[in-house]
């Protein structure tokens, strides 16, 4: 076997035939982060004149002109075929060590466990803890079974089951999230896909939540094309208003009935509690629909053509979507912009796409103990399950020079 170089076309051609295929491997990829200090190289494994694995790798010199290099949910190859992939690990070594490599790492797009909400394993990978194995062997430190965000990549993320009906699906999701996209609806959300992809007009609102530069959304656009999608989730002020008023006049009626109820009833009626406690609550109910009026009201007064409160970007590759970034404004998250933005996503695509990610989960199921328990309580929400990868690994090529490097100096950021 021997690594060689390929060009962008030939490794995207290896890419369409590989089921590990990911958006992080990709030519398009490669030219975005060819723009931020990375230097990108597309290597491939040759055996017997036949291409049997390829890589994006990035690097970076991190000390004395030696380079980390990672290869983003790479290497791309059979990982079932054991021997192949043994082979690949050894003669990448020698490649990165001629490079001026200092270390790499790399963290397969491979699944280990599908879990279900709470954690329970649904379906697992009879190979991974033999492909695992087979790495450590070739000397290759495991990272271990990182259940928080602790890698360059998160190890765990939310992913919709398809293809699927929408009917079957909506009935699948949990009552609170099926309860929030009935409130934004109702509150006059609306949600619109932006197909000029106005970088600019994109960046008034995720700028705010995002450390990445306008520059890095235009190598997006630009690098992938109509594979970029951009959905917005707008509120009609106008019928904010008006939902807003109708439910509030409903909920005065209501609190009316229940107040004459009581008066006529005095304390000795038979079900008075359960009255009482129906009051409690149209009582909070009330306080809140008077506040969305107020608001509603100051919103169509300043607005009236609508104001842009939230934003999802999506990417896609070949038959997968990803929900790669998202942000709202933290003042309207009453209206659960970001719930009604997944959703209209996750319909649109649920009968055709081959797999729909959501977004980047923990691994502790235990609502106590995780401290990132909001992330997982939103995404495994939405019919989803939690994808569980196998993990990352990473070697030392040059350890004399290593031992003076410390590795916490450089930070891939993807």
Same mark, same amino acid.
Request: aromatic share 14%.
């Given at each position: 076997?021997?690594?060689?170089?390929?060009?962008?076309?030939?490794?995207?051609?290896?890419?369409?035939?590989?089921?590990?295929?990911?958006?992080?491997?990709?030519?398009?990829?490669?030219?975005?982060?060819?723009?931020?200090?990375?230097?990108?190289?597309?290597?491939?494994?040759?055996?017997?004149?036949?291409?049997?694995?390829?890589?994006?790798?990035?690097?970076?010199?991190?000390? @004395?002109?030696?380079? +980390?290099?990672?290869?983003?949910?790479?290497? /791309?190859?059979? !990982?079932?075929? %054991? $021997? &192949?992939?043994?082979?690949?690990?050894?003669?990448?070594?020698?490649?990165?060590?001629?490079?001026?490599?200092?270390?790499?790492?790399?963290?397969?797009?491979?699944?280990?466990?599908?879990?279900?909400?709470?954690?329970?394993?649904?379906?697992?990978?009879?190979?991974?803890?033999?492909?695992?194995?087979?790495?450590?062997?070739?000397?290759?430190?495991?990272?271990?079974?990182?259940?928080?965000?602790?890698?360059?990549?998160?190890?765990?993320?939310?992913?919709?089951?398809?293809?699927?009906?929408?009917?079957?699906?909506?009935?699948?999701?949990?009552?609170?999230?099926?309860?929030?996209?009935?409130?934004?609806?109702?509150?006059?959300?609306?949600?619109?896909?932006?197909?000029?992809?106005?970088?600019?007009? @994109?960046?008034?609102? +995720?700028?705010?939540?995002?450390?990445?530069? /306008?520059?890095? !959304?235009?190598? %997006? $656009? &630009?690098?992938?094309?109509?594979?970029?999608?951009?959905?917005?989730?707008?509120?009609?002020?106008?019928?904010?208003?008006?939902?807003?008023?109708?439910?509030?006049?409903?909920?005065?009626?209501?609190?009316?009935?229940?107040?004459?109820?009581?008066?006529?009833?005095?304390?000795?009626?038979?079900?008075?509690?359960?009255?009482?406690?129906?009051?409690?609550?149209?009582?909070?109910?009330?306080?809140?629909?008077?506040?969305?009026?107020?608001?509603?009201?100051?919103?169509?007064?300043?607005?009236?053509?609508?104001?842009?409160?939230?934003?999802?970007?999506?990417?896609?590759?070949?038959?997968?979507?990803?929900?790669?970034?998202?942000?709202?404004?933290?003042?309207?998250?009453?209206?659960?912009?970001?719930?009604?933005?997944?959703?209209?996503?996750?319909?649109?695509?649920?009968?055709?796409?081959?797999?729909?990610?959501?977004?980047?989960?923990?691994?502790?199921?235990?609502?106590?103990?995780?401290?990132?328990?909001?992330?997982?309580?939103?995404?495994?929400?939405?019919?989803?399950?939690?994808?569980?990868?196998?993990?990352?690994?990473?070697?030392?090529?040059?350890?004399?020079?290593?031992?003076?490097?410390?590795?916490?100096?450089?930070?891939?950021?993807?």
């Amino acid at each position: 076997m021997k690594v060689i170089t390929l060009t962008p076309q030939q490794f995207d051609t290896f890419m369409l035939t590989s089921i590990n295929s990911n958006p992080w491997q990709t030519s398009s990829y490669g030219e975005i982060m060819s723009k931020f200090n990375y230097e990108v190289y597309y290597i491939g494994f040759e055996e017997s004149g036949i291409l049997v694995g390829a890589s994006l790798m990035l690097a970076r010199t991190v000390y @004395m002109g030696f380079k +980390h290099f990672y290869a983003p949910r790479g290497i /791309i190859t059979n !990982y079932d075929d %054991l $021997k &192949t992939l043994t082979t690949i690990i050894d003669e990448l070594k020698k490649y990165i060590f001629k490079q001026k490599g200092l270390v790499y790492t790399f963290d397969p797009f491979i699944i280990r466990n599908l879990r279900d909400r709470k954690g329970n394993i649904i379906a697992s990978n009879k190979n991974a803890d033999l492909i695992v194995e087979t790495i450590k062997k070739c000397r290759v430190e495991f990272k271990g079974d990182w259940i928080y965000f602790e890698g360059i990549q998160p190890r765990f993320y939310a992913a919709v089951p398809t293809p699927i009906t929408p009917e079957k699906l909506f009935k699948s999701l949990s009552k609170q999230i099926r309860n929030k996209l009935r409130k934004s609806v109702k509150f006059g959300i609306e949600i619109y896909q932006d197909e000029t992809k106005d970088i600019d007009e @994109m960046f008034k609102l +995720h700028g705010k939540f995002t450390k990445r530069p /306008i520059e890095y !959304y235009r190598e %997006l $656009k &630009t690098n992938f094309g109509d594979n970029l999608e951009i959905y917005y989730a707008k509120i009609n002020t106008a019928k904010y208003v008006y939902n807003s008023k109708i439910l509030y006049e409903r909920a005065i009626d209501e609190a009316d009935t229940l107040n004459n109820i009581i008066q006529d009833e005095g304390y000795k009626g038979r079900n008075m509690r359960s009255v009482l406690n129906k009051k409690m609550e149209m009582d909070k109910v009330l306080s809140c629909y008077k506040s969305h009026l107020l608001n509603a009201t100051e919103l169509l007064k300043n607005n009236p053509n609508g104001l842009v409160i939230g934003l999802t970007i999506v990417l896609k590759h070949k038959k997968s979507i990803y929900l790669f970034e998202d942000s709202y404004l933290r003042e309207y998250g009453n209206l659960s912009p970001v719930h009604l933005l997944r959703w209209k996503i996750i319909e649109k695509y649920c009968q055709n796409a081959s797999h729909i990610n959501i977004g980047a989960v923990t691994g502790e199921f235990n609502k106590a103990e995780n401290k990132f328990r909001g992330i997982n309580e939103v995404r495994l929400n939405y019919g989803s399950v939690a994808a569980e990868y196998i993990g990352e690994f990473s070697h030392i090529v040059n350890k004399p020079i290593f031992s003076l490097y410390n590795a916490d100096r450089v930070t891939f950021r993807i």
